[in-house]
């Protein structure tokens, strides 16, 4: 029942992204956009790098970076490294919508939990990601 619980709490808190998106005047992001804006986030990442982090193709995300782009929440810069290359990073209008988004949520969460019960929680939720992905490397979980 762990999975069913998590995937109702990431339910959730979508929910309440999108709702607090709305309410801020955010009506043109889509889920698709909140996909590339997951931790780690688009900045400083390459597009192809970001496709492969989301599961996408280059031709699928470069419409959803077209978007964000003409939206202001990122842009495209020159790679100092690679002059063919490209690095994606969020604009102010990108890291304040990433910040004021859940900063609300993690307020409630700590209001209710407190500091040392959401500490705790997110500490939990660490161990359930390694365990997880121990279980998965396993010979048994093949």
């Not at 790679?79 to 290359?85: H, K, L, S, V």
């Not at 993690?106 to 705790?120: H, I, K, N, P, T």
Request: a positive charge.
């Amino acid at each position: 029942m762990i999975g069913a619980q998590l995937r109702t709490a990431t339910a959730a808190v979508h929910q309440a992204v999108f709702t607090r998106l709305a309410r801020a005047g955010h009506h043109d992001l889509r889920p698709s956009h909140l996909a590339l804006l997951q931790f780690p986030g688009p900045h400083g990442a390459r597009p192809t790098e970001l496709a492969a982090r989301v599961g996408l193709r280059k031709q699928a995300l470069n419409p959803l970076l077209n978007d964000l782009e003409n939206w202001g929440y990122l842009r495209r810069a020159n790679d100092g490294e690679d002059r063919r290359g490209r690095i994606l990073q969020l604009t102010a209008r990108g890291m304040a919508l990433m910040r004021d988004t859940l900063e609300e949520i993690e307020l409630a969460m700590s209001d209710r939990l407190g500091a040392a019960g959401l500490q705790s929680f997110e500490l939990a939720l660490g161990q359930v990601g390694e365990i997880a992905r121990e279980v998965a490397g396993s010979p048994a979980a093949r």
